[in-house]
């Protein structure tokens, strides 16, 4: 096992900005590895940080959304999530998303855990909440790019969704993984 804690940084020689959009930027570096080997083309993609939530009603039901990937082309359940907007706090984002996606409110939160998408080309992180004692406290209020369904399930059945690989969204599979696993 290798147990050296010194800096691997990678040294960037050169950067490169190939495109900048609302949902993607990318950009190609230049750098050399500590060990003097140059890489003249490696892909970054810079996105904001994103969140998700595991939302529990006062009854044990978990707050889930249905909602179209075009990615993979299928329709998913998912736990809220969105965006983590320029300047905003995590938790704040998470309580906003949660309430706009599904109407759901309220409750005791705390931080579950926060996750890297790709620490080897991605910028972001995914800070998971847990929020239990939710309810229904306003209707959906989606944005112009969203179309989803809110469903209340119950644990078995989510626990069924993640072992049938129904939860597809490894960011949102692993939080719910954790959270069975350590019966928080």
């Known amino acids: 096992m290798n147990t050296n804690t010194d800096d ?3 040294e960037v020689i050169d950067s490169e900005y190939l ?3 609302p949902w993607l930027t990318a950009r190609r570096d230049h750098v050399r590895l500590p060990n003097g080997n140059e890489i003249p083309e490696y892909y970054i993609l810079e996105y904001p940080d994103w969140i998700n939530v595991i939302a529990i009603t006062d009854s044990g039901e978990f707050v889930m959304i249905r909602q179209y990937r075009h990615g993979l082309r299928r329709t998913c359940y998912e736990l809220p999530a969105g965006v ?3 300047g905003e706090d ?6 906003r998303e949660l309430l706009e996606e599904t109407g759901f409110g309220g409750g005791e939160w705390t931080r579950l855990m926060t996750l890297s998408p790709n620490p080897s080309t991605n ?3 995914t800070h998971c909440y ?3 004692g939710v309810q229904k406290q ?3 209020h989606l944005d112009m790019g969203e179309d989803l369904s809110v469903h209340l399930l119950s644990p078995h059945k989510v626990k069924k969704l993640l072992a049938d690989n129904e939860i597809m969204q490894a960011l949102m599979a692993a939080p719910l993984w954790k959270y069975f696993a350590t019966g928080l």
């Open 8 to 10: 691997r940084s990678w």
């Open 19 to 21: 495109f900048r959009r």
């Open 84 to 86: 983590v907007e320029d």
């Open 90 to 95: 995590p938790l704040y984002a998470a309580k």
């Open 123 to 125: 910028t972001n992180l």
């Open 130 to 132: 847990l929020a239990t």
């Open 138 to 140: 306003a209707e959906q």
